[in-house]
């Protein structure tokens, strides 16, 4: 499996993304990610939880304990209003940035 | 919610966050071993790098550096109670100082509001003055739109029945104490509208006096021989406007009834007795605007009185919630020398003092430091093996010092406050000061506190873990620096005692022991120039029928008399400062004071002056003064005669000269009468009081021998060459302490060498000689920088001196001899050591 380094940024970019759908636990969070890139991008430990962490003191997600589903009690994140707005905010720089890069690709 | 919020948050429930973390890592690894991946890295290392996110983890390190300073030190006590001892000494000394300062300079009254409270003075290009007629300040009151009230005071003693000693009585508005925020302890104070003849006592007052009568309320006192109710007992946290000591508070339309005669509510004459007037500024408006409204004010009074009113008169305003040692009473002419710049050099002074005491413990500590830095090495060696990084070890050791430096700056803290409460107990201070530190002495104690941390504790930390050795150069400047502290701290206490024992054993140029002064104070009662000749004449003749009196005469200032004029003069550069003094023909015989030259004044003789001899040496260096004119454009002072020079206006100050000049007509009310007697002087003091009571009852002489004029003099110079000896003895202690710990610590280190050294065969001389050469460099050059220190800082001592040079020999080589046998003796005690080494025992080890 090819391993593709994560771009700086980027990651909490995917986790807001994901937690968009609904509460997730920091497991899971790393599973949709690696899942929904087609099993391209692997997050690792060493980045998820200090990011989880960065992105709790921004007040984007809040933690609530829930169930898994192997039955534990665990930490489960959720998008705060704050959150759904910088998620917004990110795609649109996202977007911009990918495009001008693209267009540099395309005509360079 | 902000960043910061969240972080504060999490700060609070650090442990429970951390467990969650460490939960939720658990899940992910139990998750990830379920699908097969067994490796998931460190856990705890992962737990440390999430929490990092929240910026807190300079807390967990600085904790974890402070458990282990705490146990580092804990494990030598000995170590750490020597260190903060010094520091606490070095820092106590500072706070107290400085508390004092705080206190008086820098903390307001405890009024309300003090912030818009402004004192006034009078103020002209040519004059000022800090007191007001009455009706002048009434003048303002009426018409001023930019204060919102004006208060008023006029201070003045009272006789007290069956009391020898006067009240203090301040005659203040009927406003005082409603616009001070005064409270009444029991009974009430006076209110507006207080009309009748009561009285406010002050709380000392209260209990000295009346024994904290409970009953005191409604009692009624003579003040004056004059009755008067008791309405009330002032609580003793109530300030008034100064420093000064008050008795009692009466309300300041009574004057008159008290001091018979009195034309202070009356007078717009300036050179009566008035008052100190403060104000209460209007919120929004600034004291300029005052000033420029007081302009106009003045302006206006002075066309109905052009004489009383000066030319351009305005009120200079000061912060009135401030200025605490605002006495009044101060006239003159030009502009005046404010205290603050009389008190500049008294400061400086005292400040370098005390910093020199702190300089002696931080270098003590810094010794220690350094001892104790090599005794580590062991221990930072193997630290720095396991792999803590140099930053880390100074930060180790800098934690260190940061916290002997809080622990020092607390017990100083603690010192220096007991030490300002005995010192404002031992000064008489009004009972409302109150010396508990406030925010800026303990801000000041800190801020000292990691000053000398920094300044001792980062230098020994950096070169403990750089691992070099150049402490015996840092030594050497250490111990040269103590030297030359407490040399110069010796040196100033050594002169302050000399200059002491001088001021008893030295003769003045007078005789003081069996004369008395009778201050009659005429002016007070509205006695008019000539009744007031009449009265000091015919009480002069009766005195001089009392058996033993020998001589009596008149003077407007009496020697170490409270009151004294001076004209400062300047004569090619060279300043002198004139005490003026205005006498009769008898003065000369009455003091002793010897002419040398010339004639003493004929009766109602005018345009003739006598100086002292001092004087004409200072403003006719080489020609004969007989005849000539002091100032040529004045043919009113021509020089009749010359007297011995005699300092009865400033017994310390060497650069004091005298004038004398015949007595003025219309100054007769404000004259003394000064009488020698072949008896004791206490015994003249008795049948006076008899004589001046029988002649007019209402009159109320202030009646004290010259003995005790001149203990009063001494007392401020007993006072500081006693503060200043404790300080010089515990600088020496300090700087002796140091020595004995080098010294020791040179023995110790130098056992095998001295082993060898003594089984080759050399002599006990020998050997001391060989431990102490380390030193004697840095404590000579030391002692040099103590010496040169001292000469320039003694420069603002000069004029408190009473006449000895501030380099006089016997203080400096007294203080030199009492440094240098005390060092030596601190040095050879430990150095024994060094012969009891036993050479066998010494090749053997290791």
Known sequence: MPKIDMPPGALVLLILRVLRAGPLHGYAIAQRIHALSAEVLRVEEGSLYPALQKILLKGWVTAEWGTSETNRKVRFYELTAAGRKQLEAELDGYDRVNEAIQAVLRTA | ?846
């Open chain 2, 1 to 846: 919610m902000s960043d910061l919020l969240r972080r504060l948050r999490y700060l609070l429930g650090r442990g429970r966050h951390d467990a969650e973390l460490a939960d939720e890592l658990e899940f992910h690894r139990e998750m990830a071993s379920r699908q097969g991946r067994a490796n998931v890295g460190n856990l705890l290392r992962l737990r440390e790098e999430s929490r990092d996110a929240w910026g807190w983890t300079w807390i967990d390190r600085l904790g974890q550096d402070l458990r282990y300073a705490t146990r580092m030190l804990a494990k030598s006590p000995g170590f750490t109670l020597t260190a903060v001892a010094m520091l606490a000494l070095g820092i106590g000394v500072n706070v107290a100082a400085f508390g004092f300062f705080n206190l008086i300079f820098l903390s307001a009254l405890p009024v309300r509001d003090p912030d818009s409270l402004l004192s006034f003075q009078r103020r002209a290009p040519q004059a000022y003055a800090s007191d007001l007629p009455y009706p002048v300040m009434d003048f303002y009151r009426e018409h001023t739109r930019t204060l919102s009230a004006v208060l008023a005071l006029h201070s003045t003693d009272l006789t007290l029945e069956n009391s020898s000693k006067p009240a203090k009585a301040h005659f203040v508005t009927d406003n005082y104490f409603t616009e001070l925020g005064g409270a009444a302890q029991m009974g009430r104070l006076l209110e507006a509208g207080t009309t009748a003849p009561v009285v406010v006592l002050s709380y000392g007052f209260w209990q000295r006096h009346l024994g904290g009568d409970p009953q005191a309320v409604g009692k009624t006192l003579r003040l004056n021989q004059h009755p008067v109710v008791v309405v009330g007992v002032a609580v003793p946290g109530f300030s008034g406007l100064n420093l000064n000591q008050v008795d009692v508070w009466l309300p300041i339309a009574r004057q008159p009834e008290f001091v018979s005669g009195s034309e202070l509510l009356t007078s717009y004459s300036g050179d009566a007795n008035g008052v100190q007037m403060w104000g209460r500024l209007k919120p929004g408006l600034t004291p300029k605007a005052v000033e420029d409204e007081m302009s106009g004010l003045a302006a206006e009074l002075r066309k109905r009185y052009p004489k009383e009113i000066w030319e351009n008169e305005t009120l200079a305003s000061e912060p009135g919630g401030y200025v605490k040692l605002n006495g009044g009473g101060q006239r003159g002419t030009g502009t005046p020398v404010s205290g603050r710049e009389k008190l500049f050099p008294i400061l400086v002074l005292v400040s370098s003092l005390v910093l020199l005491i702190l300089a002696v413990a931080c270098g003590n500590l810094g010794s220690l430091l350094l001892a104790r830095g090599v005794a580590r090495e062991r221990e930072i060696a193997i630290r720095v093996s396991v792999g803590a990084g140099s930053g880390r070890l100074v930060r180790q050791l800098f934690t260190e010092s940061l916290l002997l430096a809080i622990l020092g700056s607390t017990a100083g803290l603690a010192l220096g406050a007991g030490v300002l409460r005995y010192l404002l107990i031992f000064t008489d201070a009004p009972e409302w000061l109150n010396p508990a530190p406030d925010w800026r002495v303990i801000g000041f104690a800190l801020g000292m506190g990691f000053a000398a941390a920094m300044l001792f504790g980062l230098t020994p930390a950096l070169q403990v873990a750089r691992q070099q050795h150049r402490r015996t150069v840092a030594r050497q400047v250490l111990i040269g620096a103590q030297v030359a502290a407490s040399c110069i701290l010796l040196i100033v206490a050594g002169l302050l005692v000399r200059a002491l024992t001088h001021a008893v054993a030295m003769h003045p140029g007078f005789e003081y022991q069996q004369a008395v002064t009778i201050d009659t104070d005429l002016g007070r009662y509205g006695y008019s120039p000539g009744r007031a000749k009449v009265y000091l004449e015919t009480l002069a003749n009766r005195v001089r029928e009392i058996p033993g009196v020998q001589s009596v005469s008149m003077v407007s200032s009496a020697p170490l008399g409270r009151r004294t004029s001076i004209i400062g003069m300047v004569v090619d550069g060279r300043r002198v400062d004139l005490h003026s003094n205005h006498v009769d023909g008898k003065y000369f015989e009455t003091m002793k004071i010897p002419l040398l030259r010339g004639r003493v004044f004929e009766p109602e003789e005018k345009n003739a002056v006598i100086v002292s001899e001092s004087f004409a040496r200072f403003r006719w260096p080489n020609e004969d003064p007989l005849g000539k004119l002091i100032d040529p454009s004045n043919n009113r002072q021509r020089v009749v005669g010359i007297a011995g020079s005699a300092r009865t206006g400033a017994l310390k100050d060497p650069d004091a000269a005298e004038l004398y000049s015949p007595i003025e007509a219309e100054e007769w009310p404000s004259l003394l009468l000064i009488a020698r007697t072949s008896g004791r002087p206490e015994e003249l003091l008795a049948p006076v009081a008899a004589l001046a009571k029988s002649q007019d009852p209402l009159v109320f002489p202030a009646l004290e021998t010259m003995k005790e004029s001149f203990r009063r003099k001494l007392e401020p110079a007993e006072r500081s060459a006693a503060a200043i000896s404790v300080l010089g003895l515990t600088a020496l202690a300090l700087a002796c302490l140091g020595i004995v710990g080098l010294v020791t610590y040179a023995v110790s280190q130098r056992t095998k060498e001295i082993g060898i050294r003594m089984a080759l065969g050399a002599r006990p001389g020998d050997v001391l000689r060989s431990v102490l050469r380390q030193f004697s460099v840095p404590v000579i050059a030391g002692l040099l920088v103590g010496v040169g220190g001292a000469a320039a800082l003694s420069q603002l001592l000069r004029r408190e001196l009473y006449g000895i040079s501030h380099l006089d020999p016997t203080a400096y080589l007294g203080a030199v001899g009492v440094f240098v046998v005390t060092a030596t003796l601190a040095a050879l005690w430990p150095a024994r050591q060094a012969l009891r080494v036993d050479p066998l025992g010494a090749l053997r080890h290791e």
